[in-house]
């Protein structure tokens, strides 16, 4: 094994041990035992998801989105999934984003 697959090996241990991921995991754990909540949360993140990807006027949808979900997400396990989640890709994003900030990468237009 090479030093580049260790040290990635080494980050995702430690990713593991993260206070994100644990709280992601529970808050994933306790959504399953209500499966149609689960369903709805997941509706409302794919259309989340869209919708940020979707080049529209994001401000006036999302709060068009967010009225519309504002019986799930105001669910106290829905919220926590969702929370915990949006913490941990907020840890994922700020890996990937500091290797692609330190190094030399053209990315084109993509950026």
């Known amino acids: 094994m090479n030093r580049v697959e260790e040290v990635t090996n080494e980050l995702r241990d430690e990713i593991v041990k993260s206070a994100e991921y644990i709280r992601y995991q529970d808050a ?23 919708l940020q990807n979707s080049g529209a006027d994001i401000f006036a949808e999302a709060d068009n989105l967010r009225q519309e979900y504002t019986y799930i997400t105001q669910n106290a396990v829905v919220g926590e999934y969702l929370d915990a989640e949006s913490a941990f890709c907020r840890v994922l994003q700020q890996v990937n984003w500091r ?9 084109g237009d993509r950026q």
């Open 28 to 50: 994933r754990q306790q959504i399953a035992r209500y499966p149609m909540l689960k369903k709805k949360a997941d509706e409302f993140r794919k259309r989340n998801f869209d």
């Open 99 to 107: 290797l692609m900030q330190d190094l030399d990468f053209d990315l």
